[in-house]
Every structure is written in structure tokens, then in C-alpha cells.
């Protein structure tokens, strides 16, 4: 008989398979991104069909195969059930899903990955903060998590502290002579300086503690696609839809 393991995670999403059967793709904590089999979930009688669901947070009770794994159990922590409710929100968390399952593969260590996915749900559940600035910040911190972030500390050419461009081949942000150096750069306001360091060096309880003024937020959301565009090569189906609902 195959040993049990006890998984802690997020399902970051759930498709159809077969008759009664669903694939789950989780992110855990102890083994990455993993994908689960939870056979006969979709049948009325099953005790896995509520938990076998996008979103939902607890621990995983799995025996492992030869490329996956087989559910037995869902200690449920959190449902986020209010997500579903709300279609625009619902893409959002998608989305973060989506995002999440492309930097991550089983084996990686995942800690802090998925407790930004878990903040990030929540502060998209509270609604304190617009969508677009969750969505700007879950994105910044994540890519700083796997390396890939915005240099934000000092010019990303010469280290010099007066920071007063952006620039996405280079990696980040320039001071005014390398800036005069460099094709395409744009020019950013000490605000977006401030809130980049902000958003990659702030505890996760904090990160989400903050606002904006218009004018600031969307030249983080600039910046911030500029650089996603530069380096992410995926086309994620969660914002067609959500552009389709603007």
C-alpha cells in the first residue's frame, strides 16, 4: 500500500476529466506545483467535490504515482467562495493563477509563493485596494520573488541613487546620465521609485496596505506591463477576459 502524504497548498485550477473524475493543479508548499487526480470528485456523493475547486486552500491527504498524484482527503482552511460571486474579481484570481503556474514546476521551493498567492486572494476578496493595484503588485512582488524583478535600488548601469527612468531591456531603472545614454527610456516620477522598492521589500502583511493617486497607479500599471511584455512570453487567457468585460 502506498504511503500517504499530507500536501499543503492552493488549487490554482480544476479542469473536467472523463465522467466523474477532475485534475487539480496545486501549488503546495512542500513539493511545488503538482497536478493531484481526485477520482469521482464531480459525483453528487463525493466528499472531495467541494474542495476539488479553484482556489481552495487546506491540506491535500495524496498517494503518489508515477506523474501525479491521487486525492484522498481535503482539510479545507479557506474557500475564497466569494470570488466566484463576483465574474470580474474571478478573472483576477484566475489570472493570479495563471501567472503562478508559470514560474513555478514541482520540486521548486514554493513558501513564499504561495503565501503571496494567499495574501493576494484575500486583499482581492476585502476590496480595499482597486483590482489594477493588486494586480500590479502581486505581479512586481512575484517576479522579484523568482529574480526577475524591476531593479529599483540604484541605476541598473552605473549604481548611482537618483533614479529617473525606466527602461525594460536594461532591467530597470536609470539615473539621468545613462538614461541620455540609452534608446526608449521613460521617464518615472519619484513615486513609482518609492512604491517599487515598496512593493519588493515590504512584509507580506503590509504589501497590500497602501494607496495611490490615480496618476500614480496607472504609471505603475505602465511600467509594469512594459516589463511583464519584455520578459513573460505568455499570452494568458484570464485577461483576454477581463479586457473583453472593460
Avoid: W
Avoid at 453528487?44 to 479553484?54: D, G, I, T, V
Avoid at 500599471?221 to 485577461?239: A, I, Q
Amino acid at each position: 500500500m502506498k504511503e500517504e502524504l499530507v500536501l499543503n497548498g492552493i488549487v490554482l485550477y480544476a479542469t473536467l476529466v472523463g465522467e466523474y473524475d477532475k485534475r487539480l493543479v496545486v501549488l503546495t508548499r512542500e513539493r511545488g506545483k503538482i497536478t493531484i487526480f481526485a477520482n469521482g470528485a464531480r459525483r453528487p456523493s463525493s466528499q472531495l467535490r467541494a474542495a476539488s475547486q479553484s482556489f481552495v486552500m487546506g491540506s491535500f491527504t495524496v498517494t503518489s504515482g508515477r506523474e501525479s498524484y491521487n486525492l484522498h482527503k481535503v482539510d479545507v482552511s479557506e474557500y475564497f467562495e466569494e470570488l466566484p460571486k463576483d465574474m470580474e474579481k474571478m478573472c483576477y484570481a484566475s489570472y493570479f493563477c495563471e501567472l503562478m503556474s508559470y514560474y513555478t514546476r514541482e520540486g521548486d521551493s514554493c513558501v513564499n509563493n504561495l503565501n503571496l498567492l494567499y495574501v493576494t486572494l484575500k486583499a482581492l476578496v476585502k476590496g480595499h485596494m482597486p483590482n489594477t493595484l493588486i494586480k500590479a503588485v502581486y505581479e512586481n512582488r512575484l517576479m522579484d520573488i523568482e529574480g526577475q524583478g524591476i531593479y529599483c535600488y540604484s541605476c541598473v548601469k552605473c549604481s548611482a541613487k537618483e533614479l529617473t527612468h525606466f527602461n525594460s531591456p536594461q532591467g530597470g531603472l536609470l539615473c539621468s546620465d545613462c538614461a541620455s545614454k540609452t534608446n526608449t527610456t521613460e521617464r518615472i516620477s519619484g513615486t513609482l521609485v518609492y512604491t517599487l522598492q515598496f512593493i519588493q521589500s515590504a512584509p507580506l502583511g503590509q504589501l497590500f496596505s497602501f494607496s495611490l493617486s490615480e496618476d500614480a497607479l496607472k504609471e505603475l500599471v505602465s511600467v509594469t506591463d512594459c516589463f511583464l511584455n519584455e520578459y513573460v512570453d505568455k499570452k494568458f487567457k484570464s485577461l483576454e477576459i477581463l479586457s473583453s468585460l472593460a
